[in-house]
Every structure is written in structure tokens, then in C-alpha cells.
């Protein structure tokens, strides 16, 4: 069955400090991949995206993630966090045209 | 160009009520996705819609929950007889008639219902 888990509930990080978010997935086929950002009460912000070609992708507010077919992963990154990326982070799998299957989320903390 | 518009934002309903939640896609867009996040989870699909027609409902509940997407105005997604188990967030997303990707989905900034 299709899935992604989000194995960090929670992460805390110092302002400047660098971040990775762990995402993997489990589908049979090759993967769409998605990171999404949530502030308290707000929608969805796409981040990035995979669909092909280079497995290192770089998206808006400084963010990366890089899809690793061998470990069935595509973790997200940031250099230097600041305060303003404390949110939840959801990552997901396309698995059609329209149906994304979330994890269960991160919620960031950083720490001035 | 305006982003997917959901209303209302935020909703109350008592026990047994009837809930509402609107959708208006992006402008030249003509599919539209319902997805609920119950708290501390993830978003979980609902349902696809086309104009005038359902594509996709495997993530409805079987019961006191529909969907519409008239030919003329916003996405419908009715709740009748709510119960607690209802509160959620719902999220309403959109793509052009071209996309069969999902390469160019857009999500709102979704309706809060809290059922006391």
C-alpha cells in the first residue's frame, strides 16, 4: 500500500542552524514528490516538487530536498533556518494526477 | 488572478447540523479536489470533481457527506448531521483541464469546522 511517514513529530533547531526533515515513502511505481509548509491556521504552501531528472530540488525560501530512489526517500533541507520557518512541514506522494498521500507532518520549532 | 477561494473560514455547527463549505477554483481551472486533515494528522483525499460530474469519490465517507461542482458557481461540500468527529480542517484544491500530472495543483487556505 501506498505511504508516507514523517518519522520526526516534532524537531527543534536554533535560528541559523541548519535543518533536515526525514520523509519516506512506499509506492511501486516511480514517485511525484511534494514538501508542503502549514503556519497555525493556514493553508497548504507548496515548497517543491519532484517529478524527473535531477534528484536535487531546489524550492522557494532557501529550501532543498533530494530524492533518493535506493532508500525510498526525498528529506528536505534548509542551510540556516530563521524564526519564520516555524511550521508544519508535510511531505507527499502523487499517486495519480490528482490523489497525494500526506504524512502525518513535522512540526518545526526554532529557537532564537 | 485570484488563488483558490474557500469560505467559510472558519465554522461552527452544533451536533446534528448541516455543514457547508465552498469552493471557488482558479480562475481556468476545472478540477477540483476536496482533502480533510483531522488534527494532528495529514491531509487525506476525499474527493475529484469535474464540472457537473464526480470522478473520484473513494475518500468520501459513506455516509451524510456530497460533493457537487455545478456547471455555474463555487464546489459544495455538504455535511449533513454533523457529529464531533467531523471537526476538521478541509481543504479544497484545483487544477487546470490540461494538467494530468498534478503538476499544478493549488490548494486554499482551507475551512475549520469545530462541531460542539
Known amino acids: 500500500a501506498q505511504s508516507v511517514t514523517q518519522p520526526d513529530i516534532h524537531i527543534t533547531v536554533s535560528e541559523g542552524a541548519s535543518l533536515e526533515l526525514r520523509c519516506n515513502y512506499s509506492?511501486?511505481?516511480?514517485?511525484?514528490l511534494f514538501w508542503y509548509v502549514q503556519s497555525p491556521g493556514q493553508g497548504l504552501q507548496l515548497l517543491l516538487k519532484?517529478?524527473?531528472?535531477?534528484?536535487l530540488v531546489q524550492g522557494i525560501k532557501g529550501f532543498e530536498a533530494e530524492f533518493k530512489r535506493s532508500q525510498s526517500s526525498f528529506n528536505l533541507r534548509k542551510p540556516s533556518v530563521h524564526w519564520s520557518d516555524a511550521a508544519e512541514y508535510f511531505c507527499?506522494?502523487?499517486?495519480?494526477?490528482?490523489?497525494?498521500?500526506f504524512g502525518s507532518g513535522t512540526r518545526l520549532l526554532v529557537r532564537p | 488572478n485570484a488563488g483558490v477561494m474557500q469560505n467559510p473560514r472558519h465554522l461552527v455547527r452544533r451536533r446534528g447540523q448541516e455543514a457547508r463549505l465552498r469552493c471557488s477554483p482558479m480562475?481556468?481551472?476545472?478540477?477540483v479536489y476536496w482533502y480533510r486533515q483531522l488534527p494532528e494528522e495529514g491531509l487525506k483525499f476525499m474527493v475529484y470533481?469535474?464540472?457537473?460530474?464526480?470522478?473520484?469519490e473513494s475518500g468520501m465517507p459513506k455516509e451524510r457527506f456530497s460533493a457537487e461542482f455545478p456547471k455555474e458557481g463555487p464546489s459544495i461540500l455538504r455535511i449533513q448531521q454533523v457529529v464531533r468527529g467531523d471537526s476538521a480542517a478541509y481543504f479544497c484544491?484545483?487544477?487546470?483541464?490540461?494538467?494530468?500530472?498534478?503538476?499544478?495543483?493549488?490548494f486554499g487556505e482551507g475551512s475549520w469546522l469545530t462541531v460542539v
Open positions: 484544491a484545483s487544477s487546470p483541464p490540461w494538467d494530468f500530472s498534478g503538476n499544478t495543483i493549488y
Open positions: 509506492y511501486g511505481a516511480t514517485p511525484y
Open positions: 470533481l469535474q464540472k457537473e460530474n464526480i470522478i473520484d
Open positions: 507527499a506522494v502523487g499517486i495519480s494526477s490528482y490523489k497525494l498521500i
Open positions: 480562475k481556468g481551472h476545472s478540477h
Open positions: 519532484y517529478f524527473s531528472g535531477d534528484t
